[in-house]
């Protein structure tokens, strides 16, 4: 059972772009939900979070819209560049709880 | 102040050996996570500990995995008698404390293939 659904699996944008990622979830017991951003053979490194009683998040370039009716949540990376390729994560944690629970992953490449 | 340090990077094990990954958490950081990356998946959690004690082993498969943070040195992730199914990639991840409030840093992995 996938707790954290995500699309897309893959996501091509031309430079100057805005990549959007979108995740949807479960379990209304998550009320902490990050973004990691992984470059090849790196680990995931925590990008941006939010917590359900906000609906955006803005840091710099990146966005995090969240529905919480809806129980969904999306990435937005504006103005992307070709450094933003890699595979991004959303992922959903309890605050009584310490595991993360990510979604699958999308692979995003952004053409020069 | 260095980061997650894990090793080996890469490891190679026959069908039957045993595999140990070595997790040294940032400096100050008491809490210990173990994530498995299979390809083309994102990363499932399997285990949480805190120096000497094991918090939360719910993904932790039943039989061949075991994990500890002895009270000096690294946390390890023993897998005994390898199968071709345990080639993934295993991540630990450190934080100070436990909760949401903390957030997990993750080293670059070490990449187990099973031959």
Same mark, same amino acid.
């Given at each position: ?5 995500? &699309?897309?699996? &893959? ?18 017991? $998550? ?7 992984? $470059? ?32 969904? $949540? &999306?990435?937005?990376?504006?103005? &992307? ?7 991004? $994560? ?23 | 102040?260095?980061?997650?340090? #894990? ?9 039957? #050996? +045993? ?10 950081? =008491? ?5 498995? #990356? %299979? *390809? +083309? ?8 500990? #805190?120096? +000497? ?9 039943? +039989? ?5 943070? *002895?009270?000096?040195?690294? =946390? ?10 345990? =080639? ?6 450190? =934080? ?15 990449? %187990?293939?099973? %031959?």
């Amino acid at each position: 059972q996938q707790q954290v659904k995500q &699309s897309p699996q &893959s996501l091509i944008v031309q430079k100057g772009g805005i990549s959007i990622i979108n995740c949807a979830y479960e379990n209304t017991a $998550f009320d902490y939900f990050p973004w990691y951003q992984q $470059f090849p053979g790196k680990g995931p490194a925590l990008l941006i979070a939010i917590r359900p009683d906000v609906s955006e998040k803005k840091e710099g370039r990146f966005t995090i819209s969240f529905n919480k009716s809806a129980k969904q $949540f &999306s990435l937005h990376i504006m103005d &992307s560049q070709p450094g933003d390729s890699a595979t991004y $994560f959303c992922a959903a944690q309890m605050n009584r709880d310490d595991k993360i629970i990510f979604g699958k992953g999308t692979r995003l490449h952004i053409l020069p | 102040n260095a980061g997650v340090m #894990q090793n080996p990077r890469h490891l190679v094990r026959r069908r039957g #050996q +045993e595999a140990r990954l070595r997790c040294s958490p940032m400096k100050g950081h =008491s809490h210990v996570y173990w994530y498995r #990356q %299979l *390809p +083309e998946e994102g990363l499932k959690f399997m285990v949480y500990l #805190q120096k +000497e004690n094991i918090i939360d082993e719910s993904g932790m498969p039943k +039989e061949r995995f075991s994990a500890e943070f *002895p009270k000096e040195g690294p =946390s390890i992730l023993r897998i005994q008698q390898v199968v071709r199914g345990d =080639s993934a990639a295993y991540f630990c991840a450190s =934080s100070p404390t436990g909760g949401t409030k903390n957030i997990q840093y993750f080293g670059a992995g070490t990449r %187990l293939s099973v %031959l």
